[in-house]
């Protein structure tokens, strides 16, 4: 009989202890499996939804929840801000771009965002199928957007007040889809594109004012990629006949005041020392805020950094007792056998061989730990992923193999190796004489 076929035969006589130190290093292994995979994914979405964005201007409020719900989607806005507030810095020659959104309502928690076709361009995002919207109430939908809402091109659908559904329907102003964008692992997957005269003409507004439409027309002629007639022109606001508030508390109050508004302005710019200089500029207006993409993220990262340590924590105290229940299994395992190894010894086993089979027993236990932690890990992941994939947040999947996880696996081996050395070392140099004498 080999080493392994003994080191089975022993397992499979002590089941629940077996199966006892496996899942606790296998709980451990999972826990670090999941918070690698989350980590990543996370870290890749944020820095992949903000590249190509330099700035973003809105409303006075936490910078932070002006990132989170203009650059990823994931928040509500703190407010609007009016067009004519933004004309003095975004007449600025720092500015080589600037992209407008208008955010507020949705269609079945898809956000209806309305912006100008720069806004494909700065995702990279390419028709599947369908043109891109040339009037008023026309959209183009995100890849997963248009799979969940089934919606195809022709097709109409009517937005409602808020941005996770359940609000008062725009009956008056539905909207015509013209186009479905192809897949781009993006935020732009998650959401409908429209014009901002689109969303505006959903709550009633006016003809724009030519004088800020010219504005935003200069701004946005500074780039040679983007044309500026498809661009959404600022514009004079008509008064509503009361406040109101959405439910999620964007507040649509300020549309009974002069002048029109967007949610934010996404700017990229012209010139290195804008980095400096313009962030200032913007606050020093008074009714305006400025929030960097790259410095909030990092906050937000830092933020989530506290939380993976106590979750690192908790894996590495899981996988330090499961180590623990290893060495005194082993311990008690080579009390228990203490005649039977004798006997092998006397039968011409050698010290090496004993030692070998107490070190293969535990590696056995910690490889099928570690695996059988990597499965639960995934697992748990793609679970997660597809909780947050019907709160339509971000996507995550357990689809996925990290070179990070080669060194759990290692990591694990290593400790199985080092809790069986001294039980290994106690076969090796026993004296097996006093043993059978005693029997």
């Known amino acids: 009989m080999n080493i392994l076929q003994l080191v089975f035969a022993y397992l499979k006589h002590r089941p629940w202890l077996t199966l006892l130190n496996v899942l606790l290093l296998a709980l451990g292994i999972a826990t670090l499996t999941v918070m690698l995979l989350f980590a990543h994914q996370a870290e890749d979405r944020l820095r992949r939804d903000s590249k190509g964005v330099d700035l973003v201007i809105g409303a006075k409020g936490s910078p932070l929840q002006l990132i989170l719900s203009t650059v990823y989607h994931i928040d509500v806005p703190n407010g609007n801000i009016k067009l004519a ?3 003095t810095v975004l007449a600025d020659p720092m500015v080589k771009r600037a992209i407008p959104l208008a955010l507020g309502d949705s269609f079945q928690s898809f956000r209806i965002v309305g912006t100008g076709t720069a806004f494909l361009e700065l995702q990279n995002a390419k028709l ?3 043109v891109v919207w040339k009037q008023p109430l026309e959209a183009v939908l995100g890849a997963e957007a248009a799979k969940k809402t089934g919606l195809k091109i ?3 659908f009517i937005g409602s007040h808020g941005l996770g559904g359940g609000g008062e329907g725009h009956v008056h102003a539905p909207y015509t889809v013209t186009g479905i964008l192809a897949p781009t692992g ?10 901002v005269e689109s969303v505006w003409k959903a709550h009633e507004y006016e003809t724009p004012k030519p004088a800020l439409a010219d504005l935003l027309k200069g701004v946005l002629a500074r780039d040679p990629n983007v044309a500026p007639k498809q661009e959404s022109p600022p514009a004079q606001a008509k008064k509503d006949d009361h406040d109101h508030h959405d439910h999620d508390g964007h507040d649509h109050s300020a549309h009974s005041e002069p002048g029109k508004e967007v949610t934010a302005f996404l700017v990229q710019y012209a010139s290195p020392l804008a980095v400096a200089v313009f962030p200032r500029m913007v606050q020093n207006t008074g009714a305006l805020q400025a929030a960097q993409p790259a410095y909030e993220t990092a906050r937000l990262l ?3 950094g506290f939380a993976l340590d106590a979750l690192r924590i908790f894996a590495g105290v899981l996988i330090l007792a ?3 229940g290893l060495f005194i299994a082993l311990i008690n395992a080579l009390n228990e056998r203490e005649t039977d190894l004798a006997l092998m010894r006397l039968l ?3 010290p090496a061989r ?3 089979q107490a070190l293969a027993e535990s590696m056995t236990l910690t490889l099928a730990g570690a695996i059988l932690g990597l499965v639960l890990g995934h697992a748990a992941t793609h679970l997660l992923g597809q909780w947050l994939e019907a709160t339509r947040q971000v996507q995550m999947t357990g689809m996925l193999w990290l070179p990070e996880e080669w060194a759990l696996i290692g990591g694990a081996l290593v400790l199985g190796f080092l809790a069986a050395l001294w039980p290994a070392w106690r076969i090796s140099r026993q004296d097996v004489a006093p043993v059978l004498a005693r029997r």
């Open 85 to 87: 507030d933004a004309e």
């Open 128 to 130: 599947a199928e369908g």
């Open 154 to 156: 022709g097709a109409r």
């Open 186 to 195: 993006s935020v732009m997957d998650r959401l409908i594109l429209t014009s």
């Open 302 to 304: 830092s933020m989530m």
């Open 322 to 324: 499961s180590a623990l």
């Open 348 to 350: 011409g086993a050698s």
């Open 354 to 356: 004993l030692a070998a």
